[in-house]
């Protein structure tokens, strides 16, 4: 038998009445019922992780758009401003990189303050593995236990990280 971790990730999401949305991506003619109910104006980011090896937070995140001030602001260490992030964007989402110490880190939105721990990265538990990432949401359970005994018979796949986004036909345990 495998063994399996299950680890929630880090994120942080925002009130959904409070007064800080993420804006919608597409044009209002274009904003079917769909899209409306399944679009996420919350999540600030999806996870945080201190890496040891470069000294500092990455965060995770969907793309920030209009909450990337919120965010960047936000941002104190010790309860003073941090001043240096390394920020990278893609397509669909982007990648912080706050240097320093694992201690401190907070995010300040209106009057609250957040501790901004950073996970332990798992990076180290695939080293030197032949490993499948995906995404999954609502496939069934009995496939992705095939699929991945496929890529280990046929591939020699030894390490599978799996991402549940949202299912709602079972519980990520």
């Known amino acids: 038998m495998a063994e399996v971790i299950i680890h929630h990730l880090n994120g942080f999401r925002l009130s959904p009445k409070g007064p800080h949305l993420r804006d919608h991506v597409r044009p209002l003619l274009r904003q079917t019922r769909n899209y409306l109910e399944n679009y996420d104006r919350t999540t600030l980011f999806y996870d945080c992780v201190y890496i040891e090896r470069e000294r500092g937070h990455l965060f995770t995140a969907p793309r ?60 180290g538990s695939f080293a030197g593995l032949n490993a499948l990432v995906a995404v999954s949401k609502n496939n069934h359970l009995d496939w992705i236990r095939d699929w991945a005994q496929f890529h280990a018979t046929d591939h020699g796949t030894n390490g599978v990280v799996l991402f549940d986004n949202g299912s709602t036909d079972y519980t990520v345990d």
């Open 64 to 123: 920030f758009l209009n909450l990337w001030d919120l965010f960047r602001k936000g941002l104190r260490r010790n309860g003073r401003k941090v001043k240096r992030v390394l920020r990278f964007t893609w397509l669909r989402f982007e990648q912080i990189f706050v240097p320093g110490p694992r201690d401190g880190l907070t995010l300040k939105i209106g009057k609250d303050t957040y501790p901004m721990p950073g996970r332990s990265s798992y990076a």
